[in-house]
């Protein structure tokens, strides 16, 4: 007949003490006693008196390893803090957030730490946020950049090359009052863009969980033309997965049943999708993008010409958030600059990656002006003044004018001062508005000395009263004006004494898609 577990137990435990007996390192009783004692502990077989010699575990100490002695609440909520900033920016969200629980149960909190009142949360919160520094991106998002690099080539540095285009991204991604961006450098985003673009949200999820806010799935919502376009963000978003950023492709490659049954097994914190297969999983409520914080449109000019912008702002709509949008598109028609307009509601920021003149003064429209003589340039601003009047009626325009010397300055200031115009207050009077019935314009003149100190990407408007000496000092303010706005305008004059300098102007303007006046051409022929 078999023995049962008790009668082995109680076999090898008669052996175990004869063998302690008889050999050298036989303990006292007294000793012996204790270490059964512990024995029985462990195994939950106690005595009726040893019940009351130790403390009962608790749902804050399960295991009794404190022995009833009470932890502080300020200890629970540094080792809970650092737990938190050691975890988050490596494991995943729901990882995190289930460890929260676990190491502060709802009883816990009732009998324990008490929470922190909510202004202490937010200036604690604040702080946090201000040992950011703005000027430099975060360790983790250098960590996401190199995960990327090492999955792609491990031997090409292009992503990294792209650094200074990559932190002016991050910059306008993770200000306080996000910035939306518009960038003209090509059709649709290169590797090494997308590789900045969801390191960047993954630093911004990092930085939002260490700080206790809940981030919402999906964060980031990457619309793409094509299949093709999905399986190329997909891959570079891959490498992110070991970091805890998971990432799902949504597209007519698939079925849509295998699509639902994927979305319900997870939640991805990043979302790549092309717009007719999103909407039709929404429609079915699959998947929610009402709370999507970024909202990335790459190839603006490719869903006008497949006929889906409809769909992008059906897309857009759904989301009642606030999300920040980045564009990418090539500096084409008129109506890719409308649809981007309607799209970007807020402040934005326009970005290339491209150093040529065309690219990175898309969608600002030049005009050259012919004034026969010097002595009729202050008639002739103020006729191309009364032209942008008209043009932007009922709305405050904001003109930048650019002379050649301070002494052409004060003359052009001195001029333009009539009684229809207001003198702000200015200690060196260039700096006025033109009061209209069509509106008002505030006016800024400038020599091309000060003009290094001018914020020119603040103005929409520019005039260059006198022309620089060369094309390239024209292209800088060419390609600085305008840079926190979709449109903008530069007015030009140049006169019989710029005559070595039509040519490359006429070349510049047709590079850049601008219509070549009937004037240059003549000035450049004779």
């Known amino acids: 007949m078999a023995k049962g577990d008790d009668a082995l137990a109680r076999k090898r435990n008669r052996v175990r003490r004869k063998r302690l007996r008889s050999s050298e390192n036989a303990v006292s009783a007294r000793v012996a006693a204790i270490i059964a004692s512990k024995r029985r502990r462990k195994s939950g077989k106690r ?49 995190a957030g289930a460890k929260r629980q676990q190491q502060q149960p709802p009883e816990a909190a009732k009998a324990g730490a008490k929470p922190k ?9 604040g702080a946090e946020e201000g040992r950011v520094d703005p000027d430099r991106p975060s360790k983790f998002l250098v960590v996401c950049l190199n995960a990327i690099r090492d999955a792609a080539a491990p031997e090409d540095g292009g992503i990294h090359g792209a ?25 649709c985003a290169a590797v090494e863009q997308t590789a900045w673009l969801v390191s960047t949200a993954c630093d911004i999820v990092a930085r939002k969980e260490r700080l206790g806010v809940v981030v919402s799935c999906p964060f980031l919502l990457y619309l793409v033309p094509s299949q093709e376009k999905a399986a190329q963000v997909r891959s570079v978003c891959k490498p992110l997965k070991t970091l805890g950023i998971h990432s799902v492709s949504l597209h007519a490659g698939a079925s849509i049943e295998h699509q639902i049954s994927g979305l319900k097994t997870c939640e991805p914190e990043f979302l790549i999708a092309t717009p007719e297969r999103l909407l039709e999983l929404v429609s079915l409520k699959a998947i929610d993008i009402s709370n999507v914080s970024m909202l990335v449109i790459d190839g603006l000019k490719c869903f006008l010409d497949l006929n889906v912008s409809d769909k992008i702002f059906s897309i857009r709509d759904a989301m009642s958030s606030n999300p920040q949008i980045t564009i990418f598109t090539e500096p084409s028609d008129k109506n890719v600059a409308s649809m981007a307009k ?27 002006h012919f004034c026969p003589s010097e002595e009729l340039k202050t008639s002739k601003v103020k006729e191309i003044l009364d032209q942008i009047l008209q043009s932007h009626a009922k709305k405050t325009s904001k003109v930048l004018l650019v002379a050649g010397s301070c002494k052409q300055v004060q003359h052009l200031s001195l001029s333009l001062k009539q009684g229809n115009c207001t003198v702000t207050d200015d200690s060196h009077g260039n700096s006025f ?40 000092e024209y292209a800088e ?40 006046p009937e004037f240059l051409k003549n000035l450049a022929s004779s």
């Open 47 to 95: 005595r009726g008196c040893e019940g009351m010699c130790f403390s009962l575990p608790t749902p804050d100490d399960p295991f009794n390893e404190r022995h009833g002695r009470k932890r502080k609440p300020d200890d629970d909520d540094m080792a809970d803090d650092a737990a938190d900033d050691a975890a988050v920016p490596t494991t995943n969200k729901k990882d």
């Open 342 to 368: 309607n799209l970007l509601r807020g402040r934005i920021t326009k970005l290339s990656i491209n150093a040529s003149v065309s690219a990175r003064s898309a969608f600002i429209t030049q005009h050259a």
């Open 433 to 472: 508005t033109i009061c209209s019935s069509m509106g008002l314009m505030n006016v800024v003149v400038k020599d091309q000395e000060s003009m290094a100190a001018a914020d020119i990407e603040e103005f929409e408007t520019v005039l260059v009263v006198d022309f620089p000496p060369s094309v390239e």
């Open 163 to 187: 650094g200074d285009w990559g932190v002016e991204l991050w910059r306008c991604c993770s200000a306080q009052a996000p910035a939306d961006v518009l960038d003209t450098s090509a059709a």
């Open 477 to 516: 303010i060419l390609t600085g004006a305008a840079r926190h706005a979709i449109g903008g305008e530069v007015h030009s004059i140049l006169c019989n004494a710029d005559a070595p300098i039509v040519r490359p102007l006429a070349e510049l303007l047709a590079n850049c898609g601008q219509v070549v």
């Open 117 to 125: 009142p909510k202004a202490v949360r937010e200036r604690a919160a």
